[in-house]
Nanobody, 127 residues
Framework: QVQLVESGGGLVQPGGSLRLSCAAS????????IGWFRQAPGKEREGVSC????????YLADSVKGRFSISRDNVKNTIFLQMNSLKPEDTAVYYC????????????????????WGQGTLVTVSS
């Protein structure tokens, strides 16, 4: 059974940085999609960034390009979301999610297709 545990959220001032971590375990398939999603109050959940273990390609939402980046540590089975130049509109609960067996990062645009979710971590950007 796949399990995802996020950490690293908190309060940061506008322009600041945070790094989120997601420790993953239990994958039995060689292929999967794993990534970060967020949900702000009153808004739908949206895909921020995803990785495909199939071909190593990644997706990054237009709203965070140039500011956020996704990376992974294969030894520790952990993915990271580095968030720089944070804005108040980045305030949200950030979730790590995965689709075992998935190959294309395009599922990142459709959060309902991800099958496994972490508990979420709150990121608040405020002065």
């Amino acid at each position: 059974q796949v399990q995802l545990v996020e950490s690293g959220g908190g309060l940061v001032q506008p322009g600041g940085s945070l790094r989120l971590s997601c420790a993953a375990s239990g994958f039995t398939s060689n292929y999967y999609i794993i990534g970060w999603f967020r949900q702000a109050p009153g808004k739908e959940r949206e895909g921020v960034s995803c990785l495909s273990s199939y071909d190593g390609t990644a997706y990054l939402a237009d709203s965070v390009k140039g500011r956020f980046s996704i990376s992974r540590d294969n030894v520790k089975n952990t993915i990271f979301l580095q968030m720089n130049s944070l804005k108040p509109e980045d305030t949200a609960v950030y979730y790590c999610a995965a689709l075992p067996g998935g190959r294309s990062w395009t599922v990142c645009r459709y959060p309902s297709r991800l099958e496994v979710w972490g508990q979420g971590t709150l990121v608040t950007v405020s002065s």
